[in-house]
């Protein structure tokens, strides 16, 4: 076993502090990974928290990972020591289910191990459940690790991991691109991608946000216009325009106000509100036919498309580095809506502060 240095918490009111435990030595289909840099996600915070319930303790989180390989098993193809790489939320599923067969390991029909509180099918370490990228180093099977392009900045490479894939996949799935209006709304760590990669497939971007500042940076993330969702004038003035809408919010919330700028036949994407929608009016949906639809990150083979397509188009994302000791405060302006536009951890910081 491979002792381990990072950052957990030990239960929903503590915040995150030291904590050192076990890896599984590489077997012989695994990649051994030094973290360099590790994202925070609102999806983090949700589970440090046990909002959406189902957390085990203690909990290391963290599936925005980026890190250099440093041994391989005798079995590993792809990979070799030195190699850049990602792992993002996924580390190990069933693998012959018809979902897997297809690359859509997320909707694994037995059930995906998450990079943390997953229950670990694998072992090889005294702990059940996993645990996630705010540490120093991973043991992941190759088929779920991800090659990053060298030509992209790795610390604003990691959040593609998670927050790139959850955007670019329904934008993928739903076929968007030159001559569609697409509705970006919130602007956090998974909104600011989704306003990137609408633009990088050709789309008309508009910005729906809360925050007024967010519209300064619209020209520079990418967007053509920006709407107000709290101008309800604003709101109005833009009802059946949209062909397609990615919900970012992370709450539960009114979606009728959303709902109603779709046009004729366009559907909505919620991929924020892992939990209650607090009102749902069927008539937006009858009137003009709209769909509203979810969707869960992507698969390992849409993962390494999206990483690819971003070395070619030379998209990362707008991050705030920060030392591992601040996660606690990136967690509260996150919260906040007060980041442009994800927090990543320099896992230099804890190996420093370990030493
Ligand atoms: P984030 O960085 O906190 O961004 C969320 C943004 O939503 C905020 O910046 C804010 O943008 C807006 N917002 C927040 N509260 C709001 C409210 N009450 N009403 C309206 N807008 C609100 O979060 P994130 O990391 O992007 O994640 C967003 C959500 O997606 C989280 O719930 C996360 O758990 C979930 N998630 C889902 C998947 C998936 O596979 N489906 C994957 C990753 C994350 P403005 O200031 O622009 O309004
Ligand atoms: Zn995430
Ligand atoms: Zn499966």
Redesign the pocket.
Known sequence: MMKTIGYATHSPTDTLQPFTFERREPRPEDVAIDILYCGI???DI?SARNEWGGTHYPYVPGHEIVGRVTAVGDKVSKFKPGDLVGVG?LVDSCRHCAACEEGLEQYCDNGFTGTYNGEDKIGGTPHPFTFGGYSDKITVDERFVLRIPETLDPAAAAPLL??GI?TYSPLRHWKIGAGHTVGI???????HMGIKFAHALGAHVVMI???PE?GYDAQKLGADEVLL?TDKEAMQAAQNRFDFLLN????G?DVDPYMALLKRDGTMVI????EALTQVNGIPFIFRRRSMA????GGLPETQEMLDFCGEHHITCDIETIEIKDVNTAYDR??K?D?K??FVIDMASLKQEAA
């Not at 709304?185 to 909104?191: A, C, E, K, P, Q």
């Not at 970012?248 to 709450?251: D, F």
């Open positions: 996600c609102h999806s949700h939320c998670c927050a959850t709304i919130g602007l956090g760590g998974l909104g946000t809360t925050s967010k969702s970012t919010i992370p709450v919330h991929v924020g509100a892992v979810g969707s869960l990150i996150t919260i809506g980041v536009y994800r």
